[in-house]
């Protein structure tokens, strides 16, 4: 009953608890019920997790359920059984029960399930067996007693606690199961006929067997079709209690025997009759495993009866069943070792072929070790190894065989003992346990050919045909025929041939030839064995193939072989002797040779197969194996009319054959060279004689007929080959030639042409007579009309283009791998002849051209072949027709779509599809190596859709450089699995890049994502030997090496001018990165180096390589004018020791028939390690990301584009990242700059409140600056781009930071000085205020009985103010206010009374400038609107007194370009602003000082102007020498400006200074004071309604002052102009300006930028605050703010009066004065609040301590009302006597840099004064803009700066020196600071400008826009909506 249970208990689900019903596997080896783990999934579905409900083990995807048809039977069977079904007598049955469960007690129930057991299991098997009934019972139980119930254990967690519950110790029972295991181990598997013939004596055997422990029957695997991990137990009680099913199962019996079995057999079978139910359960398992049982001597007589009846009828077909069982039980044994193999090797989970390339060639951990691996970690190397083409991976295996080697402590001891053998004891044999555990040994080591099949098993089509072409490349075997280690299938891999390619020599042609080996029509040998036999047949076909003895075959004596191998039986290999062209070749044609794995006899379906492909069969037999079905295949193989070699293994002489084409060999004891010999010279023989040749194609047939899989066969492999068919089609409609130009019409002379035309865009040198401009506008309309061209061509697309676009975008990813490779194997064959006749032409032709070279009368002819070399050379370049063209021309389509605007969702989805190959493993074409072009658009767009689908991951960039043929291909292939193109000559044209993944394992480690390996064609290409290889080998290794984190630089052997020619090209290409700040690394790899086992023995080597490096780094430095380079390490960072490999030539041996030298993959694997490892000291910065990739790639191609690569290198990812630090460096700057205005508020507040001289920076300065430094400190630490910048930020910042300091100190120390001046004022005013109010209440105490009138008080008033006023002038010393006019006159005559009519000139001057208006225009421009009407005749222009060297610079033309020196004022326009603005700024800074004015501030301003004149006399720069006249003029000007701002500080200074004036100001508030005194009311009233009349005051002004620094931050916040760079500023100025077309306003902005750009602020801040909203919001915040304040203030005060008064009782009254001195204490920091102001009120006592508190607190409602209302309509105009206004404070913060360029006047862009590096800007202006002309000529100069320093014209400096545009730099330190780079970065914008404003330039400048200067046609067709809609796109981008 117990075996029944745990039979049943192995077939119930886990889930539903029952029986299964449609029982299904999972991978983990567990079984459910269909509908319950369907059901258990669905909870998990919207997690995505799949797991197995018992193990909970997680599968990386839903596993596909397969039916157990095994475990469906045996269910059906329990079902049927005694065991499941009701019983016949179920009373009875209950009754029985009932019984039991009374015997046991409840109390060993709960004991049971204490110690972990199930009771419901364990309880029933207790008391049956060992009669345990209660707690007692178990007292008796011991070891024996655990024997006996050992098999029912399910769970080896069961062991402990049933030891447990038996008393027993847990160490014995781990020792009895380990004794168990190791018997399972050691019993030999029977074969199952033997079984059938000897069920008796098997009977009688296993009846002495001691244990008698149930079957197990063990199976684990993946996906099978059968059961998994099933566990059956049955002993003899099971069959006792079964004997009656077994009757009702007779029926069954052949239906189940012929159903498919299980996955693996029993390893021991016992066939008892007499228990017929056990048969059906075994016949069912299908196994080999048998229980070992004690069978009960006492069967009843109904049991033998029926098993005799059983006997009976199993006899009639029991020698078919015989053999069917047999074949059965080898299949399940198989299939079950099978998968103990694949998780031996950890990949059970890639089975079947779920293993893929991509995941292959992941960069790992793993990836980089090459030790020897645990077995599980096998497959990974063996991989690896393969796919660097090491043939050693076979030796992996063997290699742990070394491990086992004796330890030193057990070879000593075992010294030891060997002095006490005897020589009998050392001669006998070894023991049986020794031999037992060698066998152990061998057994637990993988067979090689194992681990191999096992990989392709597990491999997908597209990953095996990848490992067959590298198993071939390894001069391996590839299997032809593979059985199915599961099932009878037998397996045709044609695809995995298809990448197989066949190199063979001709002795005639001495060419070679290569060819696919699928289609190569071949003889094929096959090799057979019949029998065992003890020579190797493997070993044979090696000797004829081979005689270098690589071992194609894998045999018995190769390393790591052994009897056990697993999935070789039966398999066919296949493989080709290509012949050399050699006299020593074996073969003379290309022969392919199988060889049939395992006696013949056993594999009929391969026999026969063979037998119909074969030219020769090769039979290895011997007479005692061979038996009747021997006989009966050799009897086929002798009758077959194809000839028949038959090597007798245990013959050595035999007489000849009769027969000619049937021969026996004897091969016992023969000599090896003469076997081979005489078996080569009879294949030799037979092959001439038999012409039944195959090419393997047509193999398919043929298999298909014998009932083999062919995997071409497969659903979406043969969809994939019809869409391809179908595209061959249409290719087929046209001729070869003619194919490119029909299908691919993009790429043809149109493509090349419009490639031309954008170069010559940017070098300019078939311009001829014509402008830049003119030229530039000509190629741009020659570019639109090519590509309107091809746009024509192309769409609608072509019936190629759409199909592939379609399949493409449609198909399923497995079917679209299919269909790509089936087409490249299309355009393969469509093109491979021809190609191949073209270049054996082409080699004839060249050979003959070559030979003529020396014979001087042959020119004719060398002209000729040169003619016929060309022709060739087109002809195959237009022959050949690739999967890369094809993708060319839809990277072509898109792009000439984009240009031409065309929107087509077909065309739009391309770089979709192509990023999608991209990341399939599909190399994409990153530079046309046709058209030398990079197409930008089209690789940003599928960087973008590549962005799209990884996210911005991180790249580490490889590339690779060599000369033509250097292996470079093949060495980025070895290492990191790559199919590059690969061959002799230019099989790689242009550039192509390839993703490779790296592993998460390791990602943060080395801190990429992925590599991205660049491929290029060769340097020097022969090919190129025509054109100007020089410039093109330049510019790809520029391009490549920019492109790249480390190049590889390839070097083929050891030729000192190979070498050289490389070196020359690197180096300078490393320069240029130098220059331009870029730093790549590399290395150096020597191939075809002969001995490369001693590094030392390449020391030399490597002294002369780092020689070369320095020396051509200086060639380079000199033609690169880099004079700090001398030696290469100057360039970037080299270590000749470190970073130079010399690798052995690729071939061990001569090809083709030569494997690869596995020191080769040696060099290969520590290169790659040594990659990955520089990777990871790569810094962050200079690892990109796939945004960043595309913008190098953009920077890159376009510097390119012109001729001079350092000149014009613009690196977009600095300059973004340096707009971004721009703007962070303007937050931080307006953090610090916004903490010092307001503490500046607070210290001159302060100041003006108390007498404090002393000037203390408050700490929450320095707070907010470390605080500002952090963030600085860490933004520098998240971006290391940044790093260059940090020093300059740090240092502006800190510099910024004193400057302002140092402002406020000087601001505050200017107060407190002109407070210490107005001391004895303030007194004096202070002492008539005293005595005023003295006078009032005076007259107020007489009035107050009368009750006056209103008139009467003021009459009074009136009567008293005069009298004070006049007693108050009385005591007043008055000073004579200076007329300033006059004195600026007299100050200017006598500065400057040598100057003719100098009185006259300056009185009319000044009078025009006094009656001159000013308010509507700024102060930095007024007056100088006149300067240009004077400065012509005034300038003395002095040229440039430089001394140069004679340029060795070549004048290509005759134009050349100057200023406009008839009118000099332009020149000197930027002088002249400089002075003014330094003036100006001297003005605006005085104005705001409260100083009176003094002569000597003229005096100052004339001084400015001398000294800024001085200084432009003394630098190089300028070289100028001023006339008096223009001192003279620019002075009168600039100090006529100043009149109007000193007259307005002179009248507020005597406002404040002048007793009279001030008290002036007064009077209302004392009148109101006297009318109060009048009406007699309360000291307390008098107090608030005074001191409400001075916080009105301070408040307001507070308030304003506020406001400005609120408003400035909120519009800096808000207002799109202000709120980010300056650039961005700049841009919307000139959107305004474009909008209103105002030309005036345009020059302004030219000629005096700083000051536009202030007004422009100005602008901006009044349109955001002109609604008054914003005003009104901020004032009614900061009114809250001071009400709050003032409140809280005069609560202080109360409270500090209640103190005074509690200290001193006897006096109730104290005077205001206590009360005041704490109330504006406590506002000194925010209110100017002086306690001086309430002298006239300190006298006041107050008793009443609420009545205050009410009374200032209603006082303060009122004034907060009254300053409410007037705030609530305030605009900024009315916001005066502020310290600074928000336009001034956005002015400062926004200033930046303006130097301005010197042709064409553009504006610095960098938002940081005193910036490091050169100025730029993102776009000049036509040069006309700023009034530049042509020399000698009446036209303005229309061409940009970008254009010009790209051109050959000059800079006319003066007549007799000039400088070359390309060197402007040359032209002084005005020119040098600029970075002016040719691209085609100008506007459209001032195109339109210029076109707009035509006739004002004209006017302004009295020139012409004609000649040279002529306005493009192109520029006219600009309108309005473009100039704007590009300044709103540069908006939105920023750049």
């Known amino acids: 009953m117990a075996s029944a249970l745990c039979m049943k208990d192995q077939l119930t689900c886990r889930v539903c608890l029952e029986l299964l019903e449609n029982p299904v596997d999972l991978p983990c080896g567990h079984t459910y019920c269909m509908k319950c783990i369907v059901s258990y999934w669905s909870h998990l579905d919207n997690n995505g997790v799949h797991d197995c409900p018992h193990c909970k083990k997680i599968f990386q995807c839903k596993p596909v359920l397969v039916n157990n048809t095994l475990f469906a039977q045996m269910a059906e069977i329990l079902r049927k059984s005694s065991f499941i079904t009701s019983s016949p007598n179920k009373d009875e049955e209950e009754v029985g029960d009932t019984t039991a469960c009374k015997k046991i007690s409840e109390a060993l129930h709960r004991k049971v399930k204490d110690v972990g057991l199930n009771p419901e299991y364990w309880m029933p098997i207790l008391n049956d067996h060992l009669g345990v009934t209660d707690l007692k019972s178990l007292e008796n139980l011991g070891r024996e007693q655990y024997c ?66 149930p079957l197990e029957y063990i199976e684990t695997g993946e996906q099978r079709e059968n059961g998994e991990n099933l566990v059956l137990s049955l002993d003899s009680k099971t069959v006792e209690s079964q004997d009656q099913a077994m009757t009702k199962n007779l029926s069954r019996k052949e239906e189940i025997l012929n159903k498919e079995q299980s996955n693996s057999k029993a390893e021991e079978f016992h066939n008892n009759n007499t228990n017929k139910m056990e048969k059906n359960i075994q016949g069912v398992l299908g196994g080999e495993k048998q229980c070992e049982r004690d069978v009960s001597e006492t069967k009843n007589k109904n049991t033998e009866m029926q098993a005799e009846q059983i006997n009976e009828t199993s006899n009639t077909d029991n020698t078919k069943e015989n053999k069917e069982a047999a074949e059965r039980d080898n299949r399940e044994k198989k299939k079950k070792d099978f998968f103990l193999l694949l998780e031996k090797m950890n990949i059970v989970n890639l089975y079947p072929k779920l293993m893929e390339k991509i995941n292959v060639i992941v960069i790992s951990n793993k990836s980089k070790n090459n030790t020897q691996p645990e077995k599980e970690d096998l497959p990974r190397l063996y991989l690896q190894k393969l796919i660097m083409m090491d043939y050693r991976m076979r030796n992996l295996i063997c290699d742990q065989i070394k491990d086992n080697q004796i330890g030193f402590n057990e070879l000593q001891s075992q010294r030891e003992t060997e002095t006490q053998l005897t020589l009998d004891d050392f001669l006998s044999d070894t023991t049986s346990e020794d031999l037992t555990e060698t066998s152990k040994q061998h057994s637990e080591h993988i067979h090689p050919m194992d681990l191999q099949m096992a990989l392709l098993h597990c491999a997908d089509d597209f990953l095996r045909q990848y490992l067959y072409s590298k198993l071939a490349l390894c001069q391996y075997a590839v299997p032809f025929l593979i059985p199915s280690p599961c099932t009878t299938e037998i397996e045709l891999p044609l695809w995995a041939f298809r990448q197989i ?397 984009k240009m031409g605007r065309v929107n087509d969702s077909c065309i739009s989805s391309l770089p979709k599809i192509a990023a999608e190959l991209i990341l399939s493993g599909h190399p994409l074409e990153l530079m046309d190596g046709d058209a030398v072009y990079v197409p930008v658009t089209w690789i940003s767009s599928v960087l973008d859709e590549v962005q799209e689908t990884l996210g911005d991951v991180r790249l580490f960039v490889l590339s690779v450089l060599g000369l033509q043929s250097s292996g470079k291909s093949t060495l980025l292939n070895a290492m990191f699995g790559l199919q590059f193109a690969v061959s002799a000559g230019r099989c790689t044209k242009g550039a192509f890049m390839q993703l490779i993944k790296i592993d998460e394992d390791i990602r943060d480690e080395v801190k990429y994502d992925y590599i991205l390996v660049v491929d290029t064609e060769g340097l020097r290409a022969t090919e ?79 002294r002369v390589l780092q020689q070369n490096l320095d020396r051509m780094a200086c060639i380079a430095a000199e033609e690169e004018e880099e004079r700090n380079v001398k030696y290469f390490n100057d360039v970037i960072r080299f270590d000749v020791n470190d970073q130079t490999y010399y ?316 200023p406009n020196l008839s009118d000099q004022y332009i020149e000197f326009q930027p002088i002249t602003n400089k002075i003014a603005e330094t003036v100006l700024d001297y003005i605006d800074k005085k104005k705001k000082e409260e100083s009176d004015y003094n002569s000597a501030h003229i005096h100052e301003i004339l001084n400015l102007v001398s000294k800024k004149m001085s200084a432009y006399n003394e630098e190089k720069e300028y070289k100028l020498s001023f006339k008096q006249d223009y001192k003279f003029e620019l002075s009168l000007q600039l100090c006529a400006i100043a009149i109007e701002p000193f007259t307005e500080m002179q009248k507020r200074f005597w406002e404040r200074t002048d007793p009279v004036l001030y008290l002036k100001t007064k009077r209302d508030s004392y009148y109101k004071m006297f009318k109060t005194l009048c009406h007699g009311l309360t000291s307390v009233n008098i107090f608030s309604e005074y001191l409400s009349s001075k916080l009105k005051t301070a408040i307001h002004q507070a308030v304003c002052d506020q406001v400005c620094i609120d408003v400035a931050n909120i519009v800096r916040q808000n207002h799109p102009p202000l709120k980010e760079s300056k650039i961005k500023l700049e841009y919307h100025l000139l959107k305004e300006l474009a909008e209103k077309e105002d030309f005036e306003k345009f020059c302004n902005y030219i000629e005096f930028p700083k000051s536009f750009f202030k007004k422009y602020i100005s602008s901006c801040v009044d349109d955001y605050c002109k609604d008054n909203k914003t005003l009104k919001t901020i004032s009614t915040q900061r009114l809250k703010e001071f009400e709050s304040l003032v409140s809280k203030a005069a609560s202080s005060a109360t409270k500090a009066i209640e103190k005074v008064i509690k200290a001193q009782k006897d006096n109730r009254k104290k005077k205001v004065k206590v009360w005041l001195d704490k109330f504006c204490k406590e506002l000194e920091d925010y209110l100017v609040l002086p306690g001086s102001d309430f002298r006239d009120v300190e006298h006041l006592e107050i008793g009443d301590l609420n009545f205050l508190q009410d009374s200032m607190s209603k006082a303060v409602a009122q004034v907060m009302k009254e300053l409410n209302m007037s705030f609530d309509c305030i605009t900024l105009t009315e916001l005066t006597n502020v310290k600074e206004l928000p336009h001034d404070i956005l002015s400062k913060h926004l200033s930046g840099c303006w130097v301005q360029c010197p042709f064409c006047a553009a504006i610095c862009t960098n938002s940081i004064e005193g910036h490091d590096g050169d100025h730029s800007v993102p776009f000049h202006r036509p040069e006309g803009v700023n009034g530049w002309r042509w020399y000698k000529t009446e036209h303005l100069c229309t061409d940009i700066c970008t254009s010009l320093v790209a051109s050959d014209y000059l800079i006319v400096l003066s007549d007799t020196e000039k400088v070359p545009y390309k060197e402007y730099r040359k032209a002084g330190p005005r020119y040098a600071c600029w970075n002016i780079v040719p691209d085609e970065s100008e506007l459209k914008y001032w195109k339109w400008f210029v076109c707009n404003f035509q006739v004002q330039l004209e006017e302004k400048y009295k020139k012409k826009f004609d000649g040279l200067g002529k306005i493009p046609t192109a520029w006219r067709e600009i309108k309005k909506e473009d100039a704007l809609g590009e300044i709103e796109k540069l908006l939105l981008t920023g750049s």
């Open 501 to 897: 390619n066949n190199s063979c020599k001709s002795q005639e042609t001495k060419t070679y030839k290569v060819f696919p080996a699928l289609q190569v029509e071949t003889q094929i040998v096959s090799f057979i064995r019949l029998g065992n036999s003890l020579v190797s047949k493997s070993k044979i076909m090696n000797m004829v193939l081979n005689r270098q003895r690589h071992s194609i075959f894998f045999n018995k004596d190769c390393r790591g072989s052994t009897r056990g191998c697993l999935l070789m039986e039966g398999v066919v290999e296949m493989s080709w002797y290509n012949p050399g062209g050699k006299e020593d070749d074996i073969f003379e044609d290309c022969i392919a040779f199988t060889n049939l794995h395992g006696d013949a006899r056993n594999h009929g379906r391969q026999v026969s197969f063979l037998n119909d492909i074969s030219a020769v069969n090769v039979v290895f037999l011997s007479d005692s194996d061979l038996n009747e079905d021997g006989k009966a295949i050799l009897k086929g193989y002798f009758e077959s009319p194809q000839p028949l070699i038959c090597l007798h293994t245990d013959k050595e002489a035999i007489q000849a054959n009769k027969s000619g084409i049937k021969v026996r060999i004897g091969v016992k004891n023969r000599n090896e060279a003469e076997l081979t010999d005489e078996l080569v010279s009879v294949l030799r023989s037979f092959l001439s004689q038999s012409k039944k040749t195959f090419h393997l194609e047509a193999c398919s047939d043929i298999a298909l007929r014998h009932g083999f899989e062919v995997d071409e066969e497969s659903q979406n492999c043969k969809e994939g080959k019809a869409l391809a068919d179908k595209l061959g089609k249409i290719l087929r409609n046209k001729k070869l030639l003619e194919r490119k130009e029909a299908f691919l019409p993009l790429q043809g002379y149109l493509w090349h042409k419009w490639c031309q035309k954008d170069k010559e865009l940017y070098r300019l040198k078939q311009k001829g007579s014509k402008s830049i401009e003119q030229y530039r506008s000509d190629i741009e309309t020659e570019k639109k009309k090519i590509r309107e061209d091809q746009l024509k061509r192309a769409l609608p697309l072509n019936a190629l283009m759409t199909s592939l676009i379609k399949i493409l975008s449609s198909q399923s990813q497995k079917t679209k791998k299919y269909f790509l490779q089936w087409l490249m194997v299309l355009l393969d064959d469509l093109s491979r002849d021809a190609v191949s006749e073209l270049q054996l032409r082409y080699h004839e032709k060249l050979s003959e051209l070559l030979k003529k070279q020396t014979n001087e009368d042959s020119e004719q002819r060398k002209k000729e072949l040169q003619k016929d070399l060309d022709m060739l050379s087109s002809q195959i370049t237009d022959s050949s027709l690739g999967l890369e063209h094809i993708l060319r021309e839809m990277g072509q389509v898109f792009e000439a779509s």
């Open 1024 to 1102: 190129l030997s025509n054109k100007t290889t020089l410039a093109h080998d330049n510019e790809l290794a520029t391009f490549v090496i920019g492109l790249g984190n480390l190049t590889i630089i390839n070097i083929f052997g050891e030729n000192p001018s190979e070498i050289q020619d490389i070196l020359q090209i690197v180096v300078q290409a490393f320069l240029r990165m130098k220059q331009v700040k870029l730093s790549p690394s590399c290395v150096f790899v020597h191939q075809n180096v002969g001995d490369t086992v001693a590094r030392e023995k390449n020391t030399d080597a490597r």
């Open 148 to 213: 006996q119930v050992e098999g029912y254990i399910r769970e080896q967690n069961e062991r402990a606690p049933l030891c447990k519950l038996m008393n027993i110790s847990h160490e014995y029972a781990k020792s009895e199961m380990l004794q168990d295991n190791r018997e399972e181990k050691e019993s030999p598997a029977l074969e199952n006929a033997t079984r059938e013939k000897n069920n008796e004596s098997e009977e009688g055997s296993m009846k002495e067997k001691k244990t008698s422990r």
């Open 1143 to 1458: 690798f052995v030539h690729l071939w061990e041996g001569n090809p083709p028939m030569a494997p690869p030298n596995p020191s080769y993959s040696q060099n290969v694997q520590d290169l790659k390690n040594a990659i990955v490892n520089a990777a990871k000291q790569e810094p962050a910065c200079n690892v990109l990301k796939v945004s960043q990739l595309k913008t190098r790639v953009k920077d890159l191609w376009k510097s390119l584009l012109t001729e001079n690569f350092v000149f014009n290198f613009r690196n977009s990812l600095e300059i973004a990242a340096y707009r971004k630090l721009e703007e962070k460096y303007l937050d931080w700057t307006w953090t610090l700059r916004s903490k010092i205005y307001e503490v500046q508020n607070k210290m001159i507040n302060k100041i003006k409140n108390t007498s404090n001289t002393q000037i203390n920076i408050p700490m929450e300065v320095e707070e907010t600056y470390t605080k500002v430094k952090e963030e600085i400190g860490k933004y520098f630490t998240d971006d290391e781009m940044l790093i260059q910048w940090k020093s300059n930020i740090e240092t502006r910042f800190d510099v910024l930071k004193n400057d302002l300091t140092t402002e406020m100190k000087k601001t505050c120390e200017e107060l407190i000085k002109a407070k210490t001046s107005r001391q004895k004022v303030d007194e004096n005013r202070s002492r008539h205020e005293e005595k005023l109010m003295e006078q009032s209440k005076e007259l107020a105490e007489k009035l107050r009985t009368s009750n006056p009138s209103e008139d009467v008080l003021h009459e009074e008033f009136e009567k008293l103010w005069i009298e004070w006023e006049k007693e108050a002038s009385r005591d007043c010393n008055y000073q004579d206010k200076i007329n300033i006019v006059k004195d600026v006159q007299d100050i200017l005559y006598d500065k400057f009374k040598a100057m003719p009519n100098a009185p006259d000139k300056i009185q009319t001057y000044v009078a025009s400038c006094q009656s001159a208006t000013h308010h509507s225009i700024p102060a930095s421009t007024r007056g100088f609107s006149i300067i240009p009407s004077f400065l012509q005749s005034v300038i003395s222009y002095i040229p440039f007194l430089r001394k140069t060297k004679q340029s060795s610079y070549e004048v290509k033309c005759t134009q050349e370009l100057i």
